[in-house]
């Protein structure tokens, strides 16, 4: 199938989801606790007792996922030893919208910095260039924004990204085969560049063959049903490819419960992909060295909010990880 026809197929497939609903997690260092801090409209709670924090900076990622609690983790560490209050946020499940209201919601704050995974670039735009307005400085990571005026962009290449899940998958199938790919937010910048990198990849330089790409949209029940339904309409598959980390926690699952004995490539450094590495529910991972986001996020953030300038694009680099790296 062309790569054209294949991703218009996907777009066919994919049917708006209803309104999602809005769920907050002020998380931030409480150095005396060691715990989350409480949801609260400040963002005092999260700063090292005794102390009044210096900045206070927004995260706000595109889903509320367990992927993301490793970048959380490191950001609330990398703040702590700089008395830096976080307030981190995200919708259920992806939805525009609401990460628009979380940006409003942190410009009347008045906090010192936002990072912003955007799930539509193109939709955050107007709002990240309200914040800059307003003297917030904005950078994105994972997918980009790069007409928004954002200050930096913290992550990989998603086209290169895409390309080194082509050339993995190529050297795990002999260069030969048919896949199936699932992948997540439709109109998220950096799952289309890495979707975009993949195809190319192998309609230039291999014979594998895709059977069918589809979007999860964020949801994993989507996801659940997407994936079930290309296994029973192509039975005969050689590897399946998850794009976003949704998609990598539900294949995770399918193939534990169904053992599977075919390769599945998946994205995202975290506990649950090295445990499933280790477990043979997945045959090989593509970082962007994930677990190093939250420190260079706090970093970043405190560097432009001081005034200082820093590189438009900080490249954490990519890797593929099997199981024998894990072990």
């Not at 959380?72 to 560490?77: D, F, G, I, P, R």
């Not at 039975?235 to 599945?264: E, N, Q, Y």
Request: net charge negative.
């Amino acid at each position: 199938m062309a790569r054209k026809e294949i991703i218009n197929r996907a777009f066919r497939l994919f049917l708006p989801g209803a309104a999602f609903v809005l769920a907050i997690a002020l998380l931030g260092g409480c150095v005396g606790s060691g715990r989350d801090s409480p949801a609260s409209a400040t963002p005092d709670a999260s700063s090292p007792v005794g102390q009044t924090a210096s900045k206070t900076f927004g995260i706000i990622y595109p889903i509320a996922y367990t992927t993301y609690e490793t970048i959380t983790e490191q950001a609330k560490a990398a703040a702590e030893s700089r008395n830096v209050s976080l307030i981190v946020n995200a919708p259920d499940e992806a939805n525009t919208e609401q990460q628009i209201r979380i940006m409003e919601s942190m410009i009347k704050q008045e906090v010192d910095g936002i990072a912003i995974s955007p799930v539509d670039a193109a939709a955050l735009s107007p709002v990240i260039r309200k914040a800059t307005a307003a003297g917030i400085p904005v950078i994105t990571f994972e997918s980009d924004a790069p007409k928004s005026g954002r200050t930096a962009y913290i992550g990989a290449d998603n086209y290169v990204t895409g390309r080194q899940f082509a050339i993995t998958i190529s050297n795990l199938l002999g260069n030969k085969g048919m896949i199936i790919v699932e992948t997540g937010m439709q109109e998220m910048l950096g799952l289309h560049q890495r979707l975009e990198g993949l195809l190319d990849y192998l309609d230039k330089e291999s014979s594998i063959e895709v059977l069918e790409v589809r979007y999860n949209q964020g949801s994993e029940d989507r996801a659940m049903a997407d994936i079930e339904s290309m296994i029973n309409a192509h039975p005969h598959f050689s590897a399946m490819v998850s794009l976003d980390v949704v998609s990598t926690s539900v294949a995770t699952l399918i193939w534990k419960a169904k053992g599977l004995d075919r390769i599945s490539l998946s994205m995202g450094n975290n506990p649950t992909s090295t445990e499933a590495l280790q477990n043979g529910q997945l045959t090989a991972v593509i970082s962007q060295n994930e677990q190093d986001w939250g420190r260079a996020i706090v970093e970043t953030l405190l560097e432009v909010s001081e005034g200082q300038k820093v590189p438009e694009f900080t490249d954490m680099g990519i890797k593929e990880i099997r199981k024998e790296d894990v072990e």
